[in-house]
């Protein structure tokens, strides 16, 4: 395999002290050894590749699931937990321009979709996902963002001028905020394994430790090597999004890029401590910055609190980046520097070149496909491209828009590319200075 960042970026560094992990045990999966013959190999053991075999197995195909780490270990397992509309990076406006207002319309429904689809498979398969707020909230963090939430603001939602915000227990330095209706949070760890659970009572294979190293073409479809086997099968589909690799298969080679984002989370709050800040809402939230932050007050009274803008990876960027979200969490919710914050970690979230997500052919490669980039929005774009390739390796062609099947573009400089992030961050950063 060959990855974009270094070693230390896929080891047990930046994913230690995970909360999530105190929550639910990982449940065994085994470690593929010698030969397996299935329908469908699915490399990634995410939200995308579970859900893919997830809705595979209830059509009666046999599927295997490659993780190359342990249960939960990549961003399925380690994000924030917000199941909200998102999955692209354009506005819009933009969405507009580049694929008109019929496509760019079809790709909102498709959000929408997308977490009706987890709140689905939530209720259908019984799974206790610690699930909380009403839809999601947006913070403007300056009085310019508030000025554009308004002048964008749906009629399906509920703008909030800066005087509403203290009587819906949303206290903090903020100019007003915009709530959509749609979304909701959730554990995604417990989520994560409630699928894999419904996967596996269906007769779907799911191995952990079993890294796919290279795909081969044979006459009746694939053969996946790992370090401990192979599996022989007559579909593909490559669901590792931010982990992905530039070789597994070669045309993934410069389309995608990883960002790093940095979660922390608070010991339980006391009544007194969420009275002091102001914030009593279990409303999942984020602020109009451009490198946003992200945070919810979650069922057991913690308090989670994430950021985009880590750019390197090594020991110590990654001890500097979780300074720096505790410097942002503390002037953002200045009544509780004395709080503890037990937990912190970060993750890779995964971008396109186009700004939207990508599910679909493999080109060149018949039988082979292929979801991610799903900018941060994850937990339902991540299930429902899910299904959507279930629905591909049926011969079921899911009803998608434009945007998102359109493959993506190579970025610039190929393996050299992470060096377009620092200047769009510092511009971003600049962006954010100057809405003040």
């Known amino acids: 395999m060959k990855r974009l960042f270094p070693d230390y970026t896929y080891g047990a560094g930046p994913r ?70 998102g999955g692209s990076k354009l506005s819009q406006a933009a969405m507009v321009r580049r694929y008109g207002a019929e496509a760019a319309a079809s790709y909102e429904q498709v959000e929408i979709d ?16 610690d699930t909380h707020s009403k839809g999601e909230t947006q913070l403007a963090h300056s009085a310019r963002a508030m000025e554009h939430l308004r002048r964008s603001a749906a009629a399906s939602g509920t703008l909030h001028e800066a005087h509403d915000l203290p009587g819906l227990g949303l206290g903090g330095a903020f100019h007003g905020a915009y709530t959509n209706p749609v979304g909701f949070a959730l554990n995604p760890r417990k989520y994560l394994f409630g699928l894999t659970k419904a996967a596996q ?51 993934m080679s410069g389309r995608y890029m990883p960002a ?46 994430g950021m985009r803008g880590g750019l390197r990876s090594s020991p110590g960027s990654e001890a500097a980046i979780r300074k720096t979200a505790q410097r942002d969490f503390h002037t953002m919710f200045p009544q509780w520097k004395a709080v503890e914050v037990t937990h912190m970690w ?39 491209c899910g299904r959507a390739l279930a629905q591909m390796v049926r011969g079921r062609e899911a009803e998608l828009p434009l945007p998102i099947t359109q493959a993506p573009p190579r970025f610039p400089l190929g393996g050299w590319r992470r060096v377009l992030m620092p200047p769009a961050y510092a511009a971003m950063a600049i962006a954010d200075r100057l809405s003040l």
Not at 34 to 61: M, N, P, Q, Y
Not at 118 to 129: N, R, T, Y
Not at 356 to 380: D, K, Q, S
């Open 260 to 305: 790093q984002s940095t979660v922390l989370v608070t010991r339980p709050l006391s009544d007194a401590e969420l009275q002091a800040q102001g914030w009593t809402s279990d409303q999942m939230s984020y602020d109009t910055r451009n490198l946003l932050h992200y945070f919810r007050l979650m069922p057991d009274r913690r308090f989670l609190f």
């Open 201 to 251: 009572s269906l007769g779907a294979s799911v191995y952990q430790n079993t890294t796919a190293e290279q795909i081969a073409k044979t006459q009746s479809g694939f053969e996946v090597q790992t370090g401990s086997g192979r599996v022989r099968a007559g579909n593909v589909l490559i669901c590792t999004n931010g982990y992905s690799s530039e070789d597994v298969p070669q045309w």
């Open 16 to 85: 230690q002290n995970c909360w999530w992990d105190d929550t639910i045990s990982a449940p065994d999966w085994p470690v593929l050894s010698g030969d397996k013959s299935v329908d469908v190999a699915i490399i990634g053991g995410g939200f995308t590749g579970l859900s893919a075999a997830l809705h595979l197995a209830e059509a009666g195909i046999t599927v295997a699931v490659l993780e190359a780490g342990t249960p939960g270990w990549g961003a399925s397992g380690r994000n924030g937990g917000f199941c909200c509309l």
């Open 346 to 384: 970060s993750g890779m979230v995964c971008m396109s070149r186009k700004l939207t997500p990508y599910v679909g052919h493999v080109p060149n490669n018949p039988g082979m496909f292929a979801a991610f980039a799903y900018h941060g929005n994850g937990v339902a774009m991540g299930t429902y």
């Open 114 to 129: 997308a977490v009706q689809l987890v709140g689905d498979l939530l209720e259908q398969h019984g799974i206790d996902a």
